[in-house]
């Protein structure tokens, strides 16, 4: 009876070593994580304040700017920046397509990150 106590408490301790061991290792893969997505929002954050003054600089003042983002499972992220301003409305394809090149040049060049622009 000794020998068959002493076994189950030595598989006991054995599944709480592994249920332990796999805690650390996911907890360390979260930070991991969290690192990169704490890099990225201020990457975003940045970005963000340029394309606002890029646009202040056009004379589109006070308009609404909102970038969204979704993260595919792979880690790759797509953009997409939208811009609100009563002279976006009114203004022709050529000019759009400048003001959308302006804002490309800022985008941080991250090979798994894509742009689009909403104006």
Same mark, same amino acid.
């Given at each position: !009876? &000794? =020998?068959? @106590?002493f076994w189950v408490l030595t598989v006991? /301790? *054995? /599944?709480?070593?592994v249920f332990?061991? @796999? +805690?650390? *290792? !996911?907890s360390m893969g979260d930070k991991q994580c969290t690192e990169e997505n704490h890099y990225y929002r201020e990457l975003e954050q940045e970005y963000v304040r340029y394309a606002r003054e890029c646009l202040r600089e056009q004379g589109l003042d006070n308009c609404g700017v909102m970038l969204t983002r979704v993260?595919? +499972? =792979? +880690? &790759? %992220? #797509?953009?997409t920046m939208q811009v609100h301003h %009563? %002279? /976006?409305k %009114? !203004? #022709?394809g050529s000019d759009k397509s400048a003001l959308q090149d302006i804002l490309s040049q800022a985008e941080f060049g991250q090979e798994t990150c894509t742009f689009r622009y909403e104006l």
């Open positions: !009876m &000794s =020998d068959r @106590k006991a /301790l *054995v /599944l709480i070593i332990c061991t @796999k +805690g650390t *290792v !996911m993260t595919n +499972g =792979d +880690g &790759s %992220r #797509e953009y %009563r %002279r /976006l %009114r !203004m #022709e």
